[in-house]
């Protein structure tokens, strides 16, 4: 019942120097408490080169507080990852709607390193590794009788019997880190007068190829 839960703590003032660590213990909380079915779905909009936007739900699987990105897994040749390789930026959003809280973070996208997919894949339930290798995902499907087909041939390839099988890890499936360059943390308040702040920073690309990022600048925002 909405009424019984304990206010939500706002955000502390002045405002903390970096926003990903309390993202981070939002989310844990979340996961425990477990109050909604998946406290770890995140929406995620990518655009097209043109700058058109498209949305769906990804699972969150880590908010790394230092250096500062989050992780989900999909399929690289899916849609949202053929708009990531076109325009390599990406917003996200979780909602915590049992603990009134809104994480927002915008930034730049690139592939997790090969070895965390791999770690990430072979920790997966049998019939999603199988499902990873048999759904060309956001491609069209003539019936679903041509999937249940994909994934009986993928079984036999593999040659998974039971609950058993070794499934490597298709090599268009695996992770993403969305780096942050902003973060916005929202707390319900009461009467309406809600907590908001955005947290800004630069992200450069060495020359390395690593990208740098620059120290945090938070900003309390009107709600
Ligand atoms: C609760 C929930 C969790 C989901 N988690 C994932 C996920 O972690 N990775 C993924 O690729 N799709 C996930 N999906 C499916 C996506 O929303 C989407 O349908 C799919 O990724 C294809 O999107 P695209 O065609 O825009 O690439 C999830 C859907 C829901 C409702």
Redesign the pocket.
Known sequence: MRGMTAPTELLDDPLPAEPLAIAARWLAQALHEHRQP?PN?MMLATSTRQGVP?A????CKEIIADPGYVV????YL????RELQDNPRAAAVLHFDAQHRQVRIEGVVEHTPQADSDAYFASRALASRVGAWASA??EPLQSREQLLAAVAAITTRFGVSGDDGLVPRPPHWGGYRLWAEAVELWVEGAARIHDRARWVRSLQRARDGQLECGPWSATRLQP
């Open positions: 998946n779905a498209s769906r739900v990804v699972l989900f897994y999909t399929n899916s849609r949202k990852g995902q956001s």
